[in-house]
Structures are given as C-alpha cells and as structure tokens.
C-alpha cells in the first residue's frame, strides 16, 4: 500500500514564525497536493506539484509557499504565520486518474 | 472555476434505511470521485469514476456518474452504523495534473 507520511500530527507555532510542514510519499507517485480543512468549507487546495522541482498555485496559495526538490517529498511553508492558518492540513498524492492517498493530516495550531 | 457542491450537508438515517447523497459539479469534467473520512481520521479513497454512465459498488455503498447532467449520487443501502461517516465527492479538473476540488462533505449518522 500506498504511505504518504505527515511528519507532525500536532502543531503549535506563534503568530509570525515560519513553519515546515512535510510529507513524504513511497510509492513513486508524479503528483503531490496540499490541502487544508476547515469545518464547513470542505478541502481547499493550497498548491499542488507534478514533478519534482514543478509547483502550481492552488484556490487559496497566500501566505504560503512549498518546495518540492526529491519525488517523494514536498513540503509546505508558512512564511509568517498568523491565526487565520490554524487549520488542518492534509497532504496527498497520486498518479494519474486514481483517488488521493492522503497523509494522516497535521493540526496546526497558530497561537 | 470549477465549484462542487453536496447536499445534504448532513443525513440522519435509521438502520435499515436507504438514501443518496448528491453531488453537483459547475463545470465540465468526466473524472469524479468519492472519499470517507472517520472522525479524527484522514480521507480514504472509495470509488473513482472516470466516464459518463460510470457506476461502482462497494458493499452497501454505490456511486455513479452522469457528466451531461454534471451529477454524481452515492447510494447507501439498508444503511449500519459503521457507514456512520463524513463523504466527500471530488472533481477532477482534467487539465492532466489529477488536481481536484472538493464538495463541502456530507456528514452521516446512522442510527440504531
């Protein structure tokens, strides 16, 4: 089976530091996806990658940025984080038309 | 943009019963799929639909795919406690990248 691999299952930061969030996948996957969950509002997409070193903006990529330098990593950034970015993220990948295999999510919160 | 949304938001169902959550796609796409999520848990994949008049079935649970009319249904049958879950459809944009949208979720409590 397909493991995608959040490295912090809980987070807590302060307004204004950087953070790193990263996922790690084993299974050779092309497309890695970062999302946030928020009650109510469902997933949104924060940026996602095809390839290594490639990056696309996804709905909502402000005040966020992710590097993507080996195929099984790829890792998102909070360049100053602030309390509106207390969320869940999940990350996730895939190869083409199939389902997501998610990560286990990293509740972040930002205080 | 691409919007996807579900209804109903949440479902309140006695075992036994049966019901369908809808899920309804603004733009074009034949890739459409469906996901579970346990409370305090991730996602995890169910069905993947992939043309139009596509239907899956798993157990108690079927899905289909009708792109024209730009709908998916997830069919639960003689619900049990344990479909007692959060469901999420998700679009495909289909520009190639398997990058999605998300519908809002649909949260289920089945009762004894």
């Known amino acids: 089976d397909v493991k995608v691999t959040q490295s912090s299952r809980y987070l807590v930061k302060r307004t204004g530091e950087k953070v790193f969030l990263e996922c790690v996948q084993d299974?050779?996957?092309?497309?890695m996806f970062w999302y946030r969950q928020d009650p109510g509002l469902g997933l949104r997409l924060i940026y996602f990658?095809?390839?290594?070193?490639?990056?696309e903006k996804g709905d909502i990529p402000e005040g966020y940025s992710v590097s993507r330098e080996k195929k099984e990593r790829f890792s998102l950034i909070l360049e100053s984080a602030s309390t509106n970015q207390t969320s869940m993220y999940l990350c996730a990948s895939s190869l083409q038309l199939a389902g997501y295999t998610f990560g286990s999510g990293t509740r972040l919160t930002v205080v | 943009e691409l919007k996807v949304e579900q209804n109903p938001l949440f479902l309140s169902m006695q075992e036994g019963k049966n019901y369908t959550i809808y899920c309804n796609y603004s733009?074009?796409?034949?890739?459409l799929y469906w996901y579970r999520q346990d409370p305090g848990k991730s996602l995890e994949s169910l069905f993947v639909?992939?043309?139009?008049?596509a239907v899956k079935q798993e157990g108690r649970l079927m899905a289909s795919l009708d792109t024209k009319a730009r709908l998916s249904t997830l069919h639960i049958t003689a619900a049990v406690h344990d479909l007692s879950a959060t469901y999420f459809c998700a679009v495909d944009r289909g520009y190639n990248n398997n990058d999605m949208r998300f519908g809002a979720g649909t949260r289920l409590t089945v009762k004894p």
């Open positions: 639909l992939l043309s139009n008049g």
């Open positions: 990658s095809y390839d290594v070193k490639m990056k």
């Open positions: 299974m050779d996957h092309e497309n």
């Open positions: 733009t074009t796409s034949d890739r």
